[in-house]
Nanobody
Framework: QGLLVESGGGLVQAGASLRLSCAAS????????MAWFRQAPGKEREFVAR???????AYADSVKGRFTISRDNAKNTLYLQMNSLRPEDTAVYYC?????????????????WGQGTQVTVSS
C-alpha cells in the first residue's frame, strides 16, 4: 500500500519562501510521474507543477518563474520550492502520483494523493 505524506506548509508573509516536501513510500518512486496541485477554499483543485520520471518539468502559468518542482529519487521525496509567495497562493497543497493519461493538469487523471498541507500567505 503506497503512501504520500506532505509537509512544510505554514503561515508566511507575502514575498516569503517555503519548501514543501512529499515523502512517498510503497511504490517505486523513480518510475512514477509526480505533481503538485492546490485547492483554495471554495475553488476547484488546480494543477501547480509536474515532474515526469524522465526529469522533465511543467508548471502552471500562475507559478512559472516563482515555483520549482524537484525530486530526490534516492530519498523517495518530491519537493516544491515556492518563492515570492502571494496571498493568492494560499491553499491546501497536495502531492499526486501516477497520471493515467497525457492530460496531467487534470486532477481526475491522477491516481494517488497525499492528505495535503496548508499554505497561508498574508498580505
Amino acid at each position: 500500500q503506497g503512501l504520500l505524506v506532505e509537509s512544510g506548509g505554514g503561515l508566511v508573509q507575502a514575498g516569503a519562501s517555503l519548501r514543501l516536501s512529499c515523502a512517498a513510500s510503497g511504490r517505486t518512486f523513480s518510475t512514477y510521474n509526480m505533481a503538485w496541485f492546490r485547492q483554495a477554499p471554495g475553488k476547484e483543485r488546480e494543477f501547480v507543477a509536474r515532474s515526469h520520471s524522465s526529469g522533465i518539468t511543467a508548471y502552471a502559468d500562475s507559478v512559472k518563474g516563482r515555483f520549482t518542482i524537484s525530486r530526490d529519487n534516492a530519498k523517495n521525496t518530491l519537493y516544491l520550492q515556492m518563492n515570492s509567495l502571494r496571498p493568492e497562493d494560499t491553499a491546501v497543497y497536495y502531492c499526486a502520483q501516477f497520471d493515467t493519461n497525457d492530460d496531467y493538469s487534470g486532477p481526475e487523471n491522477w491516481r494517488y494523493w497525499g492528505q495535503g498541507t496548508q499554505v497561508t500567505v498574508s498580505s
